[in-house]
């Protein structure tokens, strides 16, 4: 049965709030599930792990990861997709669908609950089309909350994607950029345009995967006072890196001349932007400043 069908059958409205953006041709989906495996699945093998589908929608990713993983676990906001993804996804064993809000979510005991099959702990990882209207929400709320995911695979605006993926010192480097590179790598798999989705949006889309660190590359500790270091750099992006340090007010170092040493020592200039500086340096320049 289509997926169009099925909407229709269930008598189904898209709902913008939810950033609604239906797939269309089963070739992306089939695409973005392989871009997530490490393996030829043409022979039917399946990866042994847990993928976590952040908005399932009509199910048409979700199929495709059921296909190439041993479990999946969807998590869809929208009630009114429930029965459709009920009967979308009858052929298939291996699928969970909880009707919740991500956001709300706890990571935890929901991903301990479903990764251990016989006594078995399954790799964990996610894959999604992300609703746009919170997209860099969810990527935080999954790197911040949850340590043991292999790799975040997601499907997000061209330009989010481009700011995921980017170097320090060209225009696209962000906050989210640095954060990422806390726990992992973004590599953008490729392009998917909007004639693809049904509504069409109004701009194109890319797949980006992040493969995180595996050890951890930086402790909890690294991690927390990097973070507020980033936050501080990039909110405000075109004062200097000194002038967005000082409300930090970090010990010994709480006036713009004792920041401004620093920089020099550290970076070769007073004169730096957050944004010229690698996950590296803020996590460098944090274990300085805290
Ligand atoms: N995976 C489907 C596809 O590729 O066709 C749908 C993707 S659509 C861009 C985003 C999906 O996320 C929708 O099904 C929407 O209802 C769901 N969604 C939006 N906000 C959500 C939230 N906070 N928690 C869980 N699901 C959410």
């Known amino acids: 049965m289509s997926d169009n069908y099925l909407l229709e059958k269930h008598n189904f409205k898209m709902q913008k709030k939810y950033g609604q953006n239906f797939l269309t041709d089963v070739?992306?989906?089939a695409r973005i599930a392989d871009g997530c495996t490490d393996f030829d699945v043409t022979d039917g093998k399946r990866a042994d792990s847990l993928i976590l589908e952040v908005g399932p929608g009509a199910g048409i990713l979700t199929k495709e990861l059921a296909k190439r993983f041993t479990k999946v676990l969807a998590v869809e906001i929208d009630e009114e997709l429930i029965p459709?993804?009920?009967d979308s996804l009858a052929g298939y064993d291996n699928i969970t669908v909880i009707n919740q809000d991500v956001m709300k979510v706890e990571l935890a005991p929901l991903l301990a609950e479903h990764r251990n099959i016989d006594g078995k702990k399954l790799p964990v990882s996610v894959c999604a089309n992300l609703p746009y209207y919170i997209t860099t929400p969810v990527l935080m709320k999954l790197l911040e909350e949850?340590?043991?995911f292999s790799f975040i695979t997601v499907m997000v605006q061209k330009e989010v994607a481009r700011r995921l993926c980017a170097k320090p010192a060209t225009d696209d480097y962000g906050a989210i950029t640095a954060a990422i590179g806390l726990y992992g790598k973004a590599t953008k798999l490729f392009d998917v345009s909007a004639g693809n989705f049904n509504p069409k949006p109004k701009v194109d889309s890319s797949v980006v995967k992040i493969s995180l660190y595996e050890p951890a590359k930086?402790?909890?500790?690294?991690?927390?006072k990097t973070s507020k270091v980033i936050k501080a750099a990039f909110s405000m992006r075109r004062k200097t890196l000194v002038n967005t340090l000082v409300g930090l007010c970090a010990p010994g170092y709480d006036t713009k001349e004792k920041l401004s040493d620093l920089a020099t020592e550290?970076?070769?200039?007073?004169?730096?932007?957050?944004e010229e500086l690698s996950t590296?340096?803020?996590v460098a320049l944090a274990q300085r400043l805290f």
């Open 27 to 29: 070739r992306i989906p």
């Open 84 to 86: 459709v993804l009920a």
């Open 146 to 148: 949850y340590g043991e």
């Open 218 to 224: 930086y402790t909890p500790e690294q991690i927390e």
């Open 266 to 274: 550290m970076f070769g200039k007073p004169t730096v932007r957050g």
């Open 280 to 282: 590296e340096q803020f």
